[in-house]
């Protein structure tokens, strides 16, 4: 298959920033997230490559894999490099502490397949 390397590239890249969004806001509350441009910024940009990722992956292996909201992943990355001045951060909040260990719990395993395969 001629898109497995690609495909592990990108989930690769999607698990690498799903565990830093993790890091980023272990300990934290709304508030802290709320009032920390950086934080804010940071967790912003990590979603984003979570998206273009998602993206870029072969259509085949998304099919393969339905569990995982692609068009979601993918949507919400569009909102944030196009449609920037409609985020809301209190939906990114809820995204990088309830999605992301969902998704992060979700690509886990299909990183190792990938990479076990090899």
Known sequence: MPHEKEDET???DMLEACRKIQTIVSGKTWRDFEYD???RHA???LIEIIGEAARNISAE???NHP???WKGI???RH????EYAEIQYERIWKIAVNRIPELLS????LVRILVDEE
């Open 10 to 12: 990108y989930l690769l």
């Open 37 to 39: 441009l950086v934080i």
């Open 106 to 109: 979700q690509l886990t395993p």
């Open 67 to 69: 569990e995982i909201p």
């Open 43 to 45: 967790v912003e940009r």
């Open 79 to 82: 909102i944030i490099a196009h």
């Open 74 to 76: 993918i949507g919400q």
């Open 61 to 63: 292996f998304k099919d």
